[in-house]
C-alpha cells in the first residue's frame, strides 16, 4: 500500500510517528503540512495523544494548529490524554478513533501527529502509535533519530522498527531519518535504500535544539537582570563557562554563544558586555550571572549606565547547576519561534523534494486555493529562480528580522541601504546573520556619482541640474531605485518606514510605465478561505477616467494571471447590466468596452454589482448568460474609496488575509509597504516583487527571441 488512505469521511490522512524522543519529529510534521496546504482543499491537524496537562495547550499541535487550513476548534483536534492511554487503552483508542472522524468530516486531508515519547503503553510507544494508524486508516512516516548514530546502526533501527509497524497491522510509506551528522547525511540515504520505500535523510540543524534565552531563564527560575527583553528570543547555539581569566574567556566566544559566569565576577560581567559591543569579536546570545548575587552596587550601576541590549539572566542556582541545568535546556518550536520555523521549513525543502512526497501521499485535490496553499506557491515560486531585491530601510527591525527569513528560505538575494556598521550591528543583537547581504550607504556610496548624471538626464525637462541630482540620488527611496533603473537589482521594496509619496515618487520619475499603459495601479491578493480574488485599485489612483480604468483592469488581469489566477474580469459598479444610468455607471461602461477593444481575450463584465460578480445565485438571476459573472476573480473598482473600503472590509469582516498593494504598471517591479507591515507582510511583498522580476525577464527574454 502506498499514499494516504480514505477512511469513510472522504478525507485522506498521513501518520507522523517516532521510537523515542528528541527525533525533531515536529519538523517533519511541519514540512509535510507545508506539502498539504500547497496541494489545495482544507487541511486538518490531529493529535490522538496530548501530553498537556490539564489547562495547558499542547504546544506541538498549538504549532501546527496555526498552519492548518481549516478553522477546526483546536480542542477538537485532541484524541486522548496520557492518562486515559493509561487508564484503559483499548477505550482510548475508541475515543481516538470517534474525534479523529470528527475532524476529518471537515477536512480534504488530516496530518496526524503521533505521540511523545513518554511510554504509553507496553511494549513500545510506537506499537500503540501504529495501532492508532491502523485504525484510523492512515499510512505512516517513520521518523528516526540519526543523532550520533552511525549509518548502520540507523538501517538496522528502522529495520526492527518498520517490523514493529506491521506487527501492528499498519503500514510506513515513507522513512526519514532526522538529525544526521552532516559528514554522514549521504551514506545514512544510502543505507536506508534497500528497505524498499521512500527514505530521505536530513542533517542535524542546531538552531532547532537550541534554547532560546528566554527558554533558558524560565528553565533556570531567573530573571531578566539587563537588556533588551525583545531579544530574549534568540537562541544559544553554544555555552561556556567562564571560570577562567578574563582574556582566555574572551579568545574563547564563539557566534550566539551565552556564557554562565558567578554575579561577582565583576571583570566577566564587564568584559562580555564591552566585547559584545566591539568590533571584531562574536555577538552572544546573553550572560547567566549566578549564585543569587547581585553585582557590586557601582558595577552595577556601570552596567545600566553603558545600557547594553545584550540579555543579563540572573538566577539563585550555583555555577555547576546553572550550567546543568543550561546543558540540559532543548529549545522548542512553538508558534513564535520564527527562526526555528523559517529553519525547520527550510531543511525540509532542501532535502525532501515536494512532488516526491506528494507521489507517495496520494494527495486529495480539490479545486479550492486556501491561504496557506498561495504563501506556499508564492514562496516556492521565488525560491525556483531567487532574484536581487533591494530593501531601503535596513534600519528597520521588521526589515531585518524579513531579510533573515528570506534568507533563510533561499526565496531571494538582498541588498540593503543603511549604514553598514549600525545595521550589522543591530542584526548581531536580533541574531540575524548578514554575512551575506550587500549593505550600501547612499550618504557614501560612489555610485551616487554615477547616478547623479543619469538622473539629471532623466529629469533635464523638469529643470534639473547635476548638483541637485547629486543631492537627490542619495536619498534613500532615490538610491534604491536608481539601483533598479541600473539592473543592479531586480526589484525592490520599500514602505515600512517611507511614505507611499516617498515610495513611489521616484518610480514615476524614473522607471516610468511600460509600453501601452500610462497608469500606475495597484492590486490586493484577497485569500479567502477557498479561493484568491484579486482587486484593483485600492491603493493609488483616486478616481480613475475610463481610460485609466481600463488600463487598470488589464493590468490587474495581468497581474492575477502571473501569479496563476484565472482572468475573470469584472468592472463593478452600483448596477449591474442596463439597470442603471448616470456619469459614474457610464464611466464603467466605456472602460468595459476599452478594455474588450484592446485586449479581447480577456473575459470581461461591466457594469456590474459586487454580488452578481462572485455569488453563483445572484449571477444566475442577473445575468445568466455571462461566463464572468457569479464567477468572478479580478473585480475591478470604480474608484479608490470604494475599493480602499471593500478590501479592508472584506479583510476585517471576513477574515481574509490582504496581500498588498501590488504595484503594477510600471517598467520594473517596486512595490510599496503599509507603514505597520508585519514581518509576514514584508516576506509575502518580497516574493511577489521576487517573481515579478522573474516574469518581466521571461517576457524581455520572449520578445529578444521574436526579434
Request: contains cysteine.
Amino acid at each position: 500500500m502506498t499514499g494516504t488512505a480514505k477512511n469513510g469521511t472522504g478525507a485522506r490522512s498521513i501518520f507522523i510517528a517516532s521510537a523515542e524522543g528528541d527525533t525533531g519529529k515536529s519538523t517533519i510534521a511541519l514540512g509535510v503540512l507545508a506539502v498539504l496546504t500547497a496541494a489545495g482543499g482544507r487541511v486538518g491537524v490531529f493529535r490522538p495523544i496530548s501530553r498537556a496537562a490539564a489547562g495547558e495547550r499542547d504546544y506541538v499541535l498549538d504549532l501546527m494548529h496555526s498552519y492548518a487550513s481549516v478553522d477546526i476548534p483546536y480542542e477538537q483536534c485532541i484524541g486522548v490524554t496520557y492518562d486515559d492511554v493509561h487508564a484503559d487503552p483499548d477505550a482510548a483508542i475508541a475515543d481516538i478513533v470517534d474525534r479523529y472522524h470528527t475532524v476529518a468530516k471537515q477536512c480534504d486531508n488530516v496530518l496526524v501527529i503521533g505521540s511523545d515519547y513518554t511510554d504509553v503503553a507496553a511494549p513500545s510507544e510506537l506499537s500503540f502509535n501504529a495501532r492508532i494508524a491502523a485504525n484510523l486508516s492512515a499510512p505512516i512516516i517513520l521518523v528516526v533519530k540519526a543523532f550520533e548514530q552511525e549509518p548502520s546502526e540507523v538501517k538496522a533501527i528502522t529495520d526492527l522498527l518498520l517490523a514493529e509497524i506491521r506487527s501492528e497491522h499498519a503500514t510506513a510509506v515513507a522513512i526519514v531519518a532526522n538529525r544526521c551528522d552532516p559528514d554522514q547525511r549521504k551514506a545514512v540515504a544510502e543505507a536506508l535504500q534497500p528497505i524498499g520505500i521512500r527514505s530521505w535523510a536530513l542533517p542535524e540543524e542546531p538552531i532547532l535544539v537550541a534554547p532560546t534565552m528566554g527558554e533558558l531563564r524560565d528553565a533556570l527560575g531567573g530573571t531578566l537582570y539587563s537588556g533588551d527583553a525583545d531579544l530574549l528570543d534568540h537562541e544559544a547555539m553554544d555555552m561556556m563557562v567562564g571560570g577562567m581569566t578574563v582574556e582566555h574567556i574572551l579568545e574563547r566566544l564563539s557566534e550566539s554563544m551565552v556564557v554562565i559566569a558567578p554575579a561577582d565576577r565583576s571583570d566577566v560581567l564587564l568584559a562580555l558586555v564591552n566585547a559584545n559591543a566591539a568590533e571584531g569579536f562574536p555577538r552572544l546570545a546573553g550572560i547567566v550571572i549566578n549564585g543569587g548575587l547581585h553585582p557590586h552596587p557601582m558595577i552595577d550601576a556601570l552596567v545600566k549606565g553603558l545600557r547594553p541590549t545584550l540579555p543579563i539572566v540572573a538566577c539563585e542556582h550555583g555555577t555547576y547547576e546553572t550550567a546543568r541545568i543550561a546543558a540540559h535546556t532543548r529549545g522548542r518550536m512553538l508558534t513564535d519561534s520564527v527562526r526555528k520555523i523559517d529553519a525547520a521549513m527550510s531543511v525540509m525543502e532542501r532535502y525532501v523534494a515536494p512532488n516526491e512526497l506528494i507521489a507517495e501521499l496520494d494527495l486529495h485535490e480539490p479545486d479550492v486555493v486556501t491561504p496557506q496553499m498561495f504563501e506556499y506557491q508564492l514562496i516556492s515560486q521565488a525560491k525556483a529562480d531567487p532574484q536581487h531585491i533591494v530593501l531601503p530601510e535596513g534600519n528597520d527591525d521588521r526589515i531585518l528580522r524579513a531579510t533573515d527569513r528570506l534568507l533563510r528560505r533561499g526565496m531571494v538575494r538582498i541588498t540593503l541601504l543603511g549604514d553598514p556598521d549600525a545595521v550589522r550591528r543591530r542584526g548581531n543583537e536580533l541574531g540575524i546573520d548578514l554575512a551575506h547581504v550587500e549593505i550600501i550607504d547612499p550618504a557614501t556610496s560612489p555610485l551616487a556619482e554615477e547616478f547623479a548624471p543619469i538622473y539629471m538626464e532623466l529629469r533635464k525637462h523638469k529643470g534639473m541640474t547635476l548638483e541637485r541630482a547629486a543631492e537627490v540620488v542619495r536619498d534613500e527611496s532615490y538610491f534604491g531605485t536608481m539601483l533598479l533603473h541600473t539592473g543592479r537589482v531586480d526589484g525592490m521594496v520599500s514602505g515600512a518606514v517611507h511614505t507611499t509619496a516617498q515610495t513611489i515618487r521616484p518610480a514615476f520619475e524614473i522607471i516610468k510605465t511600460v509600453p501601452g499603459v500610462s497608469t500606475v495601479s495597484s492590486v490586493f491578493f484577497m485569500l479567502l478561505a477557498d479561493k484568491v480574488l484579486t482587486y484593483g485599485d485600492c491603493a493609488i489612483v483616486p478616481d480613475p477616467t475610463a481610460t485609466e480604468l481600463a488600463d487598470i483592469a488589464i493590468s490587474s488581469a495581468q497581474t492575477a494571471a502571473a501569479f496563476g489566477i484565472e482572468q475573470r474580469v469584472a468592472m463593478l459598479s452600483y448596477s449591474t447590466g442596463a439597470s442603471g444610468a448616470g456619469a459614474d455607471v457610464d464611466k464603467v461602461i466605456q472602460a468595459t468596452e476599452l478594455v474588450r477593444e484592446r485586449a479581447p481575450e480577456l473575459l470581461v463584465e461591466g457594469p456590474i454589482q459586487y454580488d452578481a460578480a462572485v455569488e453563483p445565485s445572484v449571477a444566475t438571476a442577473k445575468m445568466p448568460d455571462s461566463p464572468v459573472a457569479g464567477r468572478a476573480t479580478v473585480l475591478i473598482f470604480p474608484d479608490l474609496n470604494t475599493g480602499n473600503n471593500t478590501y479592508k472590509a472584506v479583510q476585517r469582516s471576513a477574515g481574509a488575509i490582504a496581500i498588498g498593494p501590488v504595484l503594477q504598471g510600471l517598467n520594473k517591479p517596486m512595490n510599496d509597504l503599509s507603514r505597520g507591515a508585519l514581518v509576514t507582510d514584508i516576506v509575502n511583498t518580497v516574493a511577489i516583487t521576487a517573481i515579478q522580476a522573474q516574469n518581466n525577464k521571461k517576457s524581455q527574454n520572449a520578445g529578444k527571441a521574436q526579434a
